[in-house]
């Protein structure tokens, strides 16, 4: 059974950096996309990023395209978010999420396993 354990958020200010970090065990993860989702209160959950895990092609939101990057680590089966330049609007709590065919897509009810959520609070 695959199993995703999200941690790194926090409260930061206006223009601080964050690391999210996704643990993910149970698989082997051949084939996998690994996708940052985030949702704010009253507000759907919306895509953030997404990384294949075999060739490691990434896809972004246009929002933080140029702020964020995604990245793994093999040896710990582990992908990261590295979020720079924080706007109050990225404030959300944010999951990861994992699907077992290598296409990098955006609608998250295509994505079979969810991480619990950590909390990302920018203040202005």
């Known amino acids: 059974q695959v199993q995703l354990v999200d941690s790194g958020g926090g409260l930061v200010q206006a223009g601080d950096s964050l690391r999210l970090s996704c643990a993910a065990s149970g698989g082997t993860f051949v084939n996998y996309v690994i996708g940052w989702f985030r949702q704010a209160p009253g507000k759907e959950r919306e895509f953030v990023a997404a990384?294949?895990?075999?060739?490691?092609?990434?896809a972004y939101t246009i929002s933080v395209k140029g702020r964020f990057t995604i990245s793994r680590d093999s040896s710990k089966n582990t992908v990261y978010l590295q979020m720079d330049s924080l706007k109050p609007e990225d404030t959300a709590v944010y999951y990861c999420?994992?699907?077992?065919?290598?296409?990098?897509?955006?609608?998250?009810?295509?994505?079979?396993?969810w991480g619990q959520g950590t909390q990302v609070t920018v203040s202005s």
């Open positions: 999420a994992a699907k077992p065919r290598p296409a990098l897509l955006t609608a998250s009810q295509l994505y079979n396993y």
């Open positions: 990384l294949t895990w075999t060739g490691g092609s990434t």
